[in-house]
């Protein structure tokens, strides 16, 4: 199957490490979502957002992007004020939270053992994101949180990584008229040892949100 013809699949079990984890998650977590987790957000978005895979407490258990975990904090209060997002918290996939212009993916869709996708797993679940950034409109903008986002984002739209250097706050154009910004992701890690703070992560919210006004 090519990449750009994949659409995302709910019951996709490709990765057999990835699947038989989630089975035990399931059973020790009945009430857990614990299965591949859908893209969030506009359907047309403006911005297309790319973290690395879902978390064990909060995307894994609400089924949703960034949602219901410490990762979501940051994420969700900086769309909200950018005026991304209706509400500036994130707590369940029911909660009413609406995204505007925005859409929020990963790069791998299911939860990873200790939240660390191998190689062949980022690129078995590159169709999906291929799709995703395939459908994105002209001079729209990716924001690929970590480098392994960054990494999948190249690997999808067939760029050599070594044209293309990951960098918190870097801006690279791509093929067709889109930008790629890249950031530090915004783990409860690179947030509590402050090598992410707000004041940084704000500052490529407000790039991008001038590049888009501009565009």
Wanted: charged share 20%.
């Amino acid at each position: 199957m090519k990449k750009e013809t994949m659409i995302f699949d709910p019951d996709c079990r490709l990765c057999p490490r990835l699947a038989t984890f989630l089975d035990e998650v399931k059973t020790n977590n009945p009430n857990y979502f614990a299965r591949p987790v859908p893209p969030f957000g506009d359907e047309h978005p403006k911005l297309l957002i790319v973290g690395l895979a879902p978390g064990m407490h909060g995307a894994n258990r609400t089924g949703r992007p960034f949602t219901g975990d410490h990762a979501g904090i940051l994420l969700y209060q900086t769309l909200n004020k950018y005026g991304f997002a209706s509400a500036p918290v994130s707590v369940a996939a029911d909660d009413g939270l609406v995204l505007k212009g925005c859409r929020i993916t990963n790069a791998v869709k299911c939860l990873p053992p200790e939240n660390k996708p191998e190689g062949s797993e980022v690129a078995q679940c590159n169709g999906y994101l291929a799709a995703e950034i395939a459908a994105l409109p002209r001079h729209a903008a990716i924001l690929a949180l970590g480098n392994v986002a960054h990494g999948a984002v190249l690997k999808a739209l067939g760029l050599k990584a070594s044209g293309y250097r990951f960098a918190h706050a870097a801006r690279h154009a791509l093929p067709e008229g889109r930008l790629l910004y890249d950031s530090y992701h915004c783990s409860r890690y690179n947030t509590q040892t402050k090598r992410l703070t707000e004041a940084m992560f704000h500052a490529v919210f407000e790039h991008i949100s001038q590049e888009l006004k501009g565009a």
